[in-house]
């Protein structure tokens, strides 16, 4: 799936000015709002076009140029407002944030997002406005833009889950310690308090239970030094 804002052209024939969409995977159309003008970055607004709404992307069309048309999936907006204070922008309108593939980004206004530029560059684009002709239909794309943007939540990365792999389950470390009889395990049997897996690296949870073990029996240690004390402590007293 693409990041980022990107060009969209796929329209449907036999004079619909619709967008193709990915109706095999389940795409469906949820809303469309004629008569909405587009501020790439600090672009001046498009012309007018029409907002598709989908849900999986939000797509706009425009009524002049049929080979022009911008388009950015759900998972790329980190953030749809209503912006309606005329210090922030000049017409109220549906402000978004837009996650890019680049780390940094060079100062648009200065790069792609330059009213001079010929060639937009939309992977630096981080910023988009919608503006309907009515402004009162705002408050009613905001709730089309939640409702959405709830059908896809954010994926778990796979670096987050291998980030933690030195923790380890209770039931894992059940496993590795086998026929430890000797020694005395006290889990949590409440799975919410589980905070990771080992994703397969057996010898470092083996570590990390060698570690546990080895804990357990200093801990056992003291408790039979400590009783052995007391013990003597009370023949001495006799």
């Not at 998972?75 to 996650?99: G, K, W």
């Not at 059908?151 to 792999?165: A, K, T």
Request: glycine share 6%; net charge negative.
């Amino acid at each position: 799936m693409a990041v980022g804002l990107r060009h969209f052209t796929a329209r449907a024939g036999n004079g619909s000015e619709e967008p193709i969409l990915d109706t095999d995977n389940g795409e469906e159309l949820v809303h469309v709002q004629p008569s909405v003008s587009v501020a790439v970055g600090d672009r001046a607004p498009e012309s007018p076009g029409t907002l598709y709404i989908t849900t999986r992307q939000v797509i706009w069309l425009s009524e002049l140029d049929r080979e022009k048309g911008y388009a950015v999936y759900f998972l790329s907006l980190s953030l749809h407002a209503v912006s309606r204070d005329p210090e922030a922008y000049p017409s109220p309108c549906i402000y978004t944030q837009i996650e890019t593939e680049a780390d940094e980004v060079e100062d648009e206004s200065k790069d792609s997002d330059s009213e001079c530029s010929e060639v937009l560059d939309l992977s630096k684009i981080r910023e988009m406005r919608f503006i309907p002709s009515d402004a009162n239909q705002l408050d009613t794309l905001f709730q089309v833009f939640c409702e959405c943007a709830e059908l896809n939540p954010e994926p778990i990365e796979e670096g987050e889950e291998e980030g933690h792999n030195w923790i380890f389950s209770a039931d894992q470390l059940e496993d590795e310690a086998g026929a430890g009889d000797d020694v005395e395990w006290h889990f949590s049997q409440n799975p919410t308090n589980t905070i990771g897996h080992s994703n397969g690296h057996h010898d470092l949870a083996s570590s990390v239970l060698e570690l546990q073990i080895n804990d357990q029996r200093f801990e056992d240690a003291e408790e039979m030094e400590q009783d052995s004390d007391t013990g003597h402590h009370h023949q001495s007293q006799q």
